[in-house]
């Protein structure tokens, strides 16, 4: 089991929260809105509501405990680079830590963080993980273990619904988003119907991830 603390309960670190305990691993929620963290606390192992510009008082919730640190602050840039900031200087071994522009994601590079995720470029960008596979369009390693896709929908999922998929079942993953166009559907409902043009954004275990990445290749 891993520990994670996400820093941002928005809609981005809410679902990645929510999925890695799903999965079974520690997790730890931080926002400085109460209602933010009131509404994650049912879906994580801790929730606390702290200033994540206060280094004091990540450091009193022992940021520095845990293997992986995603921040996933979006709108507000001051406080991602100084959350990323703190949970660097505090020692944590991996830090996740989302961006929002190019520019975004050069200065959380330069202040250490050691993986840059670009939910919504990425999404569209289609940077193939697996060359041999035109379904693979994006990879990112949360961990060693705990790795995101992004799939295009496989000709034998289309027209059947997540439920019938049954991926968590038969791959111990999720799929956190599903892209139909210009439009992102965030934690996509059981009953959605998987149309040709999707593309999934599926998280799990890199072991079960890489079984997805082999049926695609197929």
């Known amino acids: 089991m ?7 309960c928005g809609r981005f670190g809410t679902s990645i929260a929510r999925t890695l305990f799903e999965i079974g691993n520690e997790v730890l929620a931080v926002d400085k809105n109460p209602e933010l963290v009131k509404s994650v606390s049912e879906y994580v192992t801790y929730a606390v509501e702290a200033d994540v510009m206060d280094e004091s ?3 009193e919730i022992g ?10 602050i979006g709108s507000n840039l001051e406080a991602s680079i100084m959350a990323t900031l ?10 996740v830590a989302k961006a929002q522009s190019e520019f975004h994601g050069k200065l959380l590079a330069k202040i250490g963080a050691d993986k840059i995720v670009f939910p919504e470029r990425d999404m569209g960008a289609r940077v193939a993980h697996n060359l041999t596979s035109k379904n693979i369009l994006d990879y990112i390693e949360l961990s060693s273990d705990f790795s995101i896709i992004e799939v295009a929908a496989l000709s034998s999922w289309y027209d059947k619904s997540l439920a019938d ?3 968590r079942n ?3 993953v999720n799929v956190i988003a599903i892209k139909d166009g210009e439009k992102v559907d965030i934690s996509p409902d059981s009953n959605y119907i998987i149309r040709e043009d999707n593309i999934l954004v599926v998280i799990g275990p890199t072991e079960a991830i890489k079984q997805i990445e082999r049926k695609a290749e197929k």
């Open 2 to 8: 891993k520990t994670f603390a996400i820093i941002g």
């Open 57 to 59: 008082a990540l450091k």
């Open 63 to 72: 940021l520095s405990n845990f293997d992986v640190v995603i921040v996933s």
């Open 86 to 95: 703190i949970a660097k200087e505090l020692g944590v071994s991996k830090v």
């Open 165 to 167: 998929l049954r991926l």
């Open 170 to 172: 038969k791959y111990g």
